[in-house]
Structures are given as structure tokens and as C-alpha cells.
């Protein structure tokens, strides 16, 4: 058996395939470039695939990440490559290929942070956003509720910022950590902005450790 880890960006034609649809897409697709999926064992065997981390709904990405194994002792990881690029749906590009220690954790446990790309669809004066951001970042806590639950989205933004000479867009990485992951739309709450009037782009799943 052997275990593959894919990057890949989900672009336009998928903005609004959730994490669970997503899922099946990985699994027909691997079926349709005629690998030989390894299944997980008990009642309802199912391929063992995993993804890195949900993108919310709407969201587009340049860097998600997908595990899955093979049945296989050995294999031509380019050709690979090039089998699922042309088994998926035209909104999934496939950037990269590697092979994975069969030992290594589970791949969502290997996520410690998400960066975003943030372009506001509604103009906003370069200044204004400027002490939105200082204004979040100088923020002993930001009290917040999820699911019925409070949290405190603070600790949960590791990096803001924006440069003045792209007005409307500023980057923000997140942490993902056990049972608090940062959301972008809850940071732009945060700030008094529409999260509804924005389009969010992940441009990098970052890993422990440098992983990936």
C-alpha cells in the first residue's frame, strides 16, 4: 500500500461544492483515472481519502490538500498526476504530487493555519480599512459566537495586513487548531465589514512543522 498527497486550487466552477460533495468528487475521480483505491476496513468499507482542512462554502483556493492510498507497492507518481488531472472536473488543477510515509498523522491534524486573500466588492477609502485592521489587531479580545458556543477569535488571527497600493484587499492568516479554527468571514464581522460583499481566496494551507 501506498499513500499519495495532491495540492490542488478549486477555482470558479466549484466556488459552491461544500466539503462532503467534495469528498465524492475525489473518490469518482480517482475511480475515473483507474487507480486502485485502498478502503478502509469494518461494516462500510470506504476509500481513504482525507482532506486537508473545509473550505467554506463560496470560497475559491490555490493550495488544498488531499491524501489518499493505493493498493499499490509502487507507482509512477507523474503519470499519476497526469491520470487525475484529466479525471477531474475542469475547476480542480492539480499543482503537485508527493509520496507520503504510510505512518505519518492523519492530514487533518497536520493543519495548523490557513492564509486568505480578502478583495472587498464594495470600495472602502485605503485609510478607513487601515484602522479597521489596526483597530482588530489591537484588540485584547474579540468575543464571539459560533454554533450557540462563545469564542474568542483573537488568538485565532495570527497576521493582517494590506498594502495601500491594492486598495480593497488585505491578506489574513488564520489558525486551525483542535475545536477553534479562525473563519475569515467572522474576522470581517469583526471589522464591521459584509462578509457577503467580499470574494476570499485561500492561498496557502500551512502545515506543521513545514509539512507539505
Not at 509502487?74 to 472536473?89: F, G, H, N, R, Y
Not at 504510510?102 to 472587498?120: E, F, G, H, K, M
Request: hydrophobic share 40%.
Amino acid at each position: 500500500m501506498i499513500r499519495i498527497r495532491l495540492t490542488c486550487e478549486k477555482g470558479e466552477g466549484m466556488r459552491y461544492t461544500g466539503n462532503l460533495d467534495m469528498q465524492v468528487v475525489w473518490e469518482r475521480s480517482l475511480r475515473r483515472a483507474g487507480l486502485p483505491l485502498a478502503y478502509s476496513q469494518g461494516f462500510h468499507p470506504q476509500p481513504r481519502i482525507q482532506q486537508a482542512c473545509p473550505l467554506p462554502l463560496g470560497f475559491l483556493s490555490l493550495d488544498e490538500i488531499v491524501d489518499f492510498w493505493l493498493d499499490e507497492d509502487e507507482i509512477d507518481l507523474e503519470c499519476v498526476k497526469t491520470s487525475i488531472q484529466q479525471a477531474v472536473p475542469a475547476s480542480l488543477a492539480v499543482t503537485g504530487i508527493q509520496m507520503m510515509d504510510l505512518r505519518a498523522p492523519a492530514l487533518q491534524t497536520r493543519v495548523s493555519a490557513s492564509l486568505y486573500q480578502v478583495t472587498l466588492l464594495d470600495s472602502i477609502p485605503a485609510e478607513d480599512l487601515e484602522k479597521k485592521i489596526h483597530s482588530l489587531l489591537q484588540a485584547k479580545s474579540l468575543p464571539r459566537e459560533r454554533r450557540g458556543k462563545p469564542y474568542d477569535l483573537r488568538p485565532l488571527v495570527e497576521d493582517l495586513d494590506f498594502n495601500p497600493d491594492y486598495p480593497g484587499i488585505f491578506i489574513v492568516q488564520l489558525a486551525a487548531r483542535q475545536g477553534a479554527t479562525g473563519r475569515p468571514e467572522e474576522v470581517l464581522l469583526a471589522m464591521g465589514l459584509d462578509p457577503f460583499s467580499t470574494r476570499i481566496t485561500r492561498l496557502k494551507t500551512i502545515l506543521m512543522d513545514g509539512e507539505g
